[in-house]
């Protein structure tokens, strides 16, 4: 049953589980939460391809699954190209009608964390959606490379301190700003690009329906607190979410056919980056005083990037 | 409905163009491919097929080699037939998904075109790309000519599709020397070779919805060992399906293919070892010997390089007195594998006949048959002496100071 039918968060959760709850990702990770809600949004068949990382390596260890449907896992770096080529035979199949049921529908997925999505995967992403694969890749980006203990990607955001790009006596931290996935996918020209959070979960569902729905490939940013390497309580994945929707670390929105921009959570009450980033471990040390200015620089590129979305969405371009 | 060619008794075709028809038709569902010379007519021709309406299956030209493998891998886990071509670079680029093609047990067909691996770049033939590959856990079947490449492509998909194999399939053929030399092929109809390598069967589905299936899983040290012992296993058991699958194309064809081929071997008192183009090279120099000098010379060669027929080379060559094997790949500090391969074959013989190694033809040089004829006199020489009178690894057209390692170790 899909989620146009659900009215309350309890039921939604506990529908349709082809995600089963039985896997080894950290208490309190929000990958299992983004993953779930894909799932649950749809009763088309599912293909699933996954890059390595966390929540690969948390769902199929053999002789164990947590995917109770059609899933698939290479390499680090091409879980777009297996759904393309998943794709590519199901269009094949039905044309030379060797399909076992022709008629159902089939939605093609593929999953990464950052480290796949912005990093070392990006090629076989822009590859995929250069040719227009019928297919919706979701990443979960938790701006870390988690699976291996915590290096910087290139989704880590400036200040945050990684094993790779330390804070220290000489360093506070990674020292560029994250790179915009969500421009670069819109800019291929992709029919729908969003960035979603799992605390916003209508809004994610409904974001996971468009995509699945909407013919040619689409790329959905998914913000995916990290609790072992952000450093919070378990407890608080969704409290943090909110804290990084609110203060507008994490803005909302979508961009249809490259262009077409709409923001789908305005914050009642936009709080300061300060209080999203005084939550967490990683950006402890942005607190001494020779560092306050790498908070100063990240609320300033914040603001900037808020005005630029309103403006856009504005002007629809 | 794909259009049909309609097709000579004998057609005159480079390796690469056989390699292509071959695919066709054999009616693959997806190729996924990047293009790369010497392969790149193979994916054109190919791109030729589909844009005129001879083809059904999906085309996707991908970004990367390494994209081409991980999208045939997508693909071959949905329930279809998959192929792409590649060579040289692009395969040392795809080497890490091949690895993973095995180990899901995906009959994948791969035809490799071969050339050297830089640096220094080179676009020419040698085996550097085939012994890459030797440890991925594909079978590796080898093609000496275009007629072969075109037969092995066929038979390529019967063995691998097998259900008691299941595993991903190398056709090799020597970059240019093959691919871009015209002969005479002698092909299969449309149907007749459809009819021959079969409808595809589906198995571990992607596409089967009733059957989920989780592909790729992972393994540590409780269960890795396990599976790669059965693959390994596959592999080795495989040898039945070949030879069978080669009957069975000889009955249908008239031509006959062995795991490993020998040629003038019944009688032959000195033998060299080798692959693709240069067993014919071998081949002309044995009999030229034998016709002018009486040389009882004659010619080795695995058709198939893996799974590695280690009891039929030691039976093809334990009653030679000399024999040398050519590695054309540069062996980066070690003997040449496939000597290092025949040795240990060789080595569970009563009689141990003398061996040398030579590395020879890197990056297209040229290998004649005048020199084939003086290896094969080299080996006489070792056979009258007794022992290795030269050094065992040797370098074969090397131009500047002769270059050697090892001597024999004398009593």
């Given at each position: 049953?899909?989620?146009?039918?659900?009215?309350n968060?309890?039921?939604?959760?506990?529908?349709?589980?082809?995600?089963?709850?039985?896997?080894?990702?950290?208490?309190?990770?929000?990958h299992?939460?983004?993953?779930?809600?894909?799932?649950?949004?749809?009763?088309?068949?599912?293909v699933?391809?996954?890059?390595?990382?966390?929540?690969?390596?948390?769902?199929?260890v053999?002789?164990?699954?947590?995917?109770?449907t059609?899933?698939?896992?290479?390499?680090?770096?091409?879980?777009a190209?297996?759904?393309?080529?998943?794709?590519?035979?199901?269009?094949?199949?039905?044309?030379?009608?060797?399909?076992?049921?022709?008629?159902a529908?089939v939605?093609?997925?593929?999953?990464g964390?950052?480290?796949?999505?912005?990093?070392?995967?990006?090629?076989?992403?822009?590859?995929?959606?250069?040719?227009?694969?019928?297919?919706?890749?979701?990443c979960?980006?938790?701006?870390?490379?988690?699976?291996?203990?915590?290096?910087?990607s290139?989704?880590?955001?400036?200040?945050?301190?990684?094993?790779?790009?330390?804070a220290?006596?000489?360093?506070?931290?990674?020292?560029?700003?994250?790179?915009?996935?969500?421009?670069?996918?819109?800019?291929?020209?992709?029919?729908?690009?969003?960035?979603?959070?799992?605390?916003?979960?209508?809004?994610?569902?409904?974001?996971?329906?468009?995509?699945?729905?909407?013919?040619?490939?689409?790329?959905?940013?998914?913000?995916?607190?990290?609790?072992?390497?952000?450093?919070?309580?378990p407890?608080?994945?969704?409290?943090?979410?909110?804290?990084?929707?609110?203060?507008?670390?994490?803005?909302?929105?979508?961009?249809?056919d490259?262009?077409?921009?709409?923001?789908?959570?305005r914050?009642?009450?936009?709080?300061?980056v300060?209080?999203?980033?005084n939550?967490?471990?990683?950006?402890?040390?942005?607190?001494?005083?020779?560092?306050?200015?790498?908070?100063?620089?990240?609320?300033?590129?914040?603001?900037?990037?808020?005005?630029l979305?309103?403006?856009?969405?504005?002007?629809?371009? | 409905?794909?259009?049909?060619?309609?097709?000579?008794?004998?057609?005159?075709?480079?390796?690469?163009?056989?390699?292509?028809?071959?695919?066709?038709?054999?009616?693959?569902?997806?190729?996924?491919?990047?293009?790369?010379?010497?392969?790149?007519?193979?994916?054109?021709?190919?791109?030729?097929?589909?844009?005129?309406?001879?083809?059904?299956g999906?085309?996707?030209m991908?970004?990367?080699?390494?994209?081409?493998?991980?999208?045939?891998?997508?693909a071959?886990?949905?329930?279809?037939?998959v192929?792409?071509?590649t060579?040289?670079?692009?395969?040392?680029?795809m080497?890490?998904?091949?690895?993973?093609?095995?180990?899901?047990?995906?009959?994948?067909?791969?035809?490799?075109?071969?050339?050297a691996?830089?640096?220094?770049?080179?676009?020419?033939?040698?085996?550097?790309?085939?012994?890459?590959?030797?440890?991925?856990?594909?079978?590796?079947?080898?093609?000496?000519?275009?007629?072969?490449?075109?037969d092995?492509?066929?038979?390529?998909?019967?063995?691998?599709?097998?259900?008691?194999?299941?595993?991903?399939?190398?056709?090799?053929?020597?970059?240019?020397?093959?691919?871009?030399?015209?002969?005479?092929v002698?092909?299969?109809?449309?149907?007749e070779?459809?009819?021959?390598?079969?409808?595809?069967?589906?198995?571990?589905?992607?596409l089967d919805?009733?059957?989920?299936?989780?592909?790729?899983?992972q393994?540590?040290?409780?269960?890795?060992?396990?599976?790669?012992?059965?693959?390994?296993?596959?592999?080795?058991?495989?040898?039945?399906?070949?030879?069978?699958?080669?009957?069975?194309?000889?009955?249908?064809?008239?031509?006959?293919?062995?795991?490993?081929?020998?040629?003038?071997?019944?009688?032959?008192e000195?033998?060299?070892?080798?692959?693709?183009?240069?067993?014919?090279?071998?081949?002309?120099?044995?009999?030229?010997?034998?016709?002018?000098?009486?040389i009882?010379?004659?010619?080795?060669?695995?058709?198939?390089?893996?799974?590695?027929?280690?009891?039929?080379?030691?039976d093809?060559?334990?009653?030679?007195?000399?024999?040398?094997?050519?590695?054309?790949?540069?062996?980066?500090?070690?003997?040449?594998?496939?000597?290092?391969?025949?040795?240990?074959?060789?080595?569970?013989?009563?009689?141990?006949?003398?061996?040398?190694?030579?590395?020879?033809?890197?990056?297209?040089?040229?290998?004649?048959?005048?020199?084939?004829?003086r290896i094969?006199?080299?080996?006489?020489?070792?056979?009258e002496a007794?022992?290795?009178?030269?050094?065992?690894?040797?370098f074969?057209?090397?131009r500047?100071?002769?270059?050697?390692?090892?001597?024999?170790?004398?009593s």
């Amino acid at each position: 049953m899909a989620i146009t039918s659900i009215k309350n968060l309890k039921e939604f959760s506990t529908n349709n589980d082809r995600f089963e709850g039985a896997h080894l990702l950290c208490p309190g990770c929000a990958h299992s939460m983004i993953v779930r809600e894909l799932m649950n949004c749809t009763d088309d068949n599912l293909v699933i391809a996954t890059n390595t990382g966390c929540l690969e390596v948390s769902t199929a260890v053999y002789p164990y699954t947590s995917w109770d449907t059609s899933w698939i896992h290479i390499g680090f770096e091409n879980a777009a190209t297996a759904a393309a080529g998943a794709e590519a035979m199901y269009k094949a199949r039905k044309r030379k009608g060797t399909l076992k049921d022709p008629n159902a529908p089939v939605k093609f997925v593929a999953f990464g964390g950052d480290g796949s999505t912005y990093d070392i995967g990006f090629q076989w992403l822009s590859g995929a959606v250069e040719r227009g694969h019928d297919f919706t890749y979701v990443c979960l980006d938790n701006e870390n490379y988690a699976n291996t203990g915590g290096q910087r990607s290139s989704a880590t955001p400036i200040g945050s301190t990684t094993s790779t790009a330390q804070a220290g006596s000489h360093s506070y931290g990674k020292k560029e700003k994250k790179k915009d996935m969500v421009a670069i996918m819109a800019a291929h020209g992709a029919p729908y690009v969003a960035q979603l959070a799992p605390n916003k979960w209508k809004i994610m569902a409904k974001g996971f329906q468009k995509a699945l729905e909407t013919e040619g490939p689409c790329f959905i940013n998914t913000v995916s607190a990290c609790t072992t390497e952000w450093k919070f309580d378990p407890k608080d994945t969704i409290h943090i979410t909110d804290l990084a929707t609110d203060s507008l670390m994490f803005p909302i929105y979508e961009i249809i056919d490259g262009k077409e921009l709409n923001i789908l959570y305005r914050p009642k009450n936009i709080i300061t980056v300060e209080e999203y980033l005084n939550a967490q471990g990683r950006y402890r040390h942005l607190f001494k005083p020779e560092n306050r200015h790498v908070i100063e620089k990240i609320q300033k590129d914040v603001d900037e990037k808020w005005e630029l979305l309103q403006r856009r969405e504005e002007a629809r371009v | 409905m794909a259009k049909k060619y309609d097709l000579n008794e004998v057609e005159v075709w480079d390796g690469n163009y056989a390699a292509s028809q071959a695919l066709r038709q054999a009616q693959v569902d997806v190729v996924a491919a990047y293009p790369i010379t010497p392969s790149t007519p193979i994916v054109e021709n190919y791109g030729n097929y589909v844009a005129n309406g001879y083809i059904d299956g999906e085309f996707v030209m991908v970004e990367s080699e390494h994209a081409a493998m991980s999208g045939c891998v997508g693909a071959a886990a949905s329930g279809g037939r998959v192929a792409t071509a590649t060579s040289s670079q692009g395969f040392a680029l795809m080497v890490e998904v091949l690895y993973q093609a095995s180990g899901m047990r995906l009959p994948i067909v791969l035809t490799v075109v071969n050339r050297a691996l830089a640096s220094p770049l080179n676009v020419r033939g040698d085996h550097s790309d085939m012994y890459l590959g030797r440890d991925s856990g594909w079978i590796q079947l080898d093609s000496f000519n275009a007629q072969e490449a075109y037969d092995m492509v066929l038979c390529a998909f019967r063995i691998g599709e097998n259900m008691n194999v299941r595993l991903p399939v190398m056709v090799h053929q020597d970059g240019f020397i093959t691919s871009h030399t015209a002969q005479n092929v002698s092909p299969l109809s449309d149907d007749e070779a459809y009819a021959f390598v079969g409808e595809y069967q589906p198995y571990n589905d992607m596409l089967d919805f009733s059957k989920p299936v989780t592909y790729g899983a992972q393994t540590e040290e409780d269960w890795h060992y396990e599976h790669k012992a059965r693959q390994h296993k596959a592999l080795m058991d495989s040898r039945d399906v070949i030879n069978s699958v080669f009957e069975e194309y000889k009955a249908k064809t008239g031509r006959e293919y062995k795991r490993v081929e020998s040629y003038l071997m019944d009688d032959a008192e000195v033998a060299i070892v080798a692959l693709g183009t240069t067993v014919e090279t071998c081949l002309l120099a044995a009999k030229q010997l034998r016709e002018e000098e009486g040389i009882k010379a004659g010619v080795v060669a695995p058709r198939c390089f893996r799974p590695f027929p280690f009891d039929m080379i030691r039976d093809a060559l334990m009653n030679v007195k000399a024999l040398c094997v050519m590695d054309r790949s540069a062996p980066g500090g070690a003997m040449g594998a496939l000597f290092n391969e025949v040795s240990a074959a060789l080595y569970t013989t009563p009689n141990r006949p003398i061996i040398t190694n030579y590395i020879y033809g890197l990056g297209g040089r040229d290998f004649s048959v005048k020199e084939a004829k003086r290896i094969f006199k080299e080996q006489l020489a070792h056979a009258e002496a007794g022992e290795i009178t030269t050094d065992i690894q040797q370098f074969s057209g090397l131009r500047g100071p002769k270059l050697g390692f090892f001597k024999t170790k004398r009593s």
